[in-house]
């Protein structure tokens, strides 16, 4: 399998949000019908969306709200939020700042030491709120806070790295590493390596797969080893969607759930108040690429469930899912996963004459 890409060399093909579509299914269901819930860790939860461990998404308010709207939200416990008693100063003076001077802060931040105490705190705040705490490290840090995060309270530890394999004591892109996390006990998987707004590991290391490609194949895994073994691992597919369209592809590929951050960072209720950065129109009178700072899209409630003012897709992101389910005949997200897909690189594209000319369509 695969293709000739010089002599003596083949490469798989992967494919990733742009390049597929679902096809339409033979029967319809009413959207207000579909069960939209998944199981983690015998919890089960009423929307299959996770905000991510970042701190211009996730902050002890918004994980309140998330867990308060079904969903979960990972705090990141080597942030501004486990390093500084009060992180909105630190956030207000970023987002006040000009990008130059911002990025000469962003790096005296993180040399704030972590503090144990306020770890605690932000899980107690967590918990006080009424929401499930899921809170992340990375790696060398994981054995230490995992601890510190169980004694607090935490509901969920989530284990964060660019590149995650049993052998490197969770994100990943392959049929074989998920195989060996799931026999080491695992109890979710986080599929991507890329693929976020932010990350650069395709662009500085040449590592990553398409997210279609790498959600399907850690589905797989996913099936052979539940077939093996009976216990069921959720496949939570992590970056690279900015729309409802990418999240029902995402779950139509095979995942359980989805993971997602530049979406929630335009909220109301996100740490930076609703402000991130992002790059400038073809409609500005900025040069193509320069970096802006984008204002909030709705509360995270609206974000949800809408109801949606733009037409890019970046609004109503429950709505779409029940939608997109009743569409395609699907009861459930099992079946979801089992929707036909197609290749189709023009899907974006044909036809959108109209669209294309005035820009609709595109998230902002």
Not at 155 to 168: I, K, M, P, Y
Not at 331 to 358: C, D, H, W, Y
Request: hydrophobic letters at 40%; glycine letters at 12%; a neutral charge.
């Amino acid at each position: 399998m695969g293709m000739w890409v010089g002599r003596g060399r083949k490469a798989r093909a992967a494919y990733g949000f742009d390049d597929i579509a679902l096809v339409p299914g033979s029967l319809t269901i009413n959207p207000s019908e579909v069960d939209i819930s998944w199981d983690l860790c015998g919890h089960r939860f009423q929307i299959p969306v996770i905000a991510a461990a970042m701190d211009g998404v996730v902050s002890p308010r918004l994980a309140i709200e998330m867990g308060r709207l079904g969903g979960l939200a990972v705090l990141n416990l080597e942030g501004i939020f486990s390093r500084y008693e009060n992180p909105d100063e630190v956030l207000d003076h970023i987002t006040s700042a000009s990008l130059d001077e911002a990025t000469k802060i962003i790096q005296g931040i993180y040399g704030e030491p972590i503090k144990e105490e306020l770890i605690h705190k932000r899980i107690s705040e967590i918990k006080k709120g009424g929401g499930p705490v899921v809170v992340s490290a990375i790696p060398s840090r994981a054995e230490r806070f995992a601890k510190i995060a169980e004694e607090a309270g935490a509901d969920f530890f989530v284990v964060q790295s660019t590149v995650t394999t049993a052998r490197h004591i969770a994100t990943v892109v392959t049929y074989e590493a998920c195989l060996e996390l799931m026999d080491c006990g695992v109890d979710a998987l986080l599929i991507g390596v890329g693929p976020g707004a932010a990350c650069t590991s395709r662009e500085g290391l040449g590592l990553g797969v398409p997210q279609v490609t790498a959600t399907a194949d850690s589905a797989a895994a996913r099936d052979f080893y539940y077939k093996r073994t009976g216990r069921y691992v959720p496949i939570i597919t992590d970056g690279g969607m900015t729309s409802g369209g990418d999240i029902c592809k995402a779950l139509a590929s095979g995942a359980d759930a989805v993971m997602i951050g530049s979406a929630f960072a335009r909220a109301t209720e996100a740490p930076g108040r609703g402000y991130h950065w992002g790059m400038a129109t073809p409609h500005s009178n900025l040069p193509r690429g320069t970096r802006i700072r984008v204002g909030v899209a709705g509360s995270l409630e609206q974000i949800l469930f809408g109801p949606a003012f733009t037409e890019d897709g970046t609004l109503n992101l429950v709505g779409a899912i029940r939608t997109c389910m009743g569409s395609v005949g699907a009861m459930n997200i099992k079946e979801l996963q089992q929707t036909e897909l197609i290749i189709a690189p023009s899907i974006k594209t044909e036809g959108k004459v109209f669209q294309r000319a005035q820009k609709l369509g595109t998230p902002r």
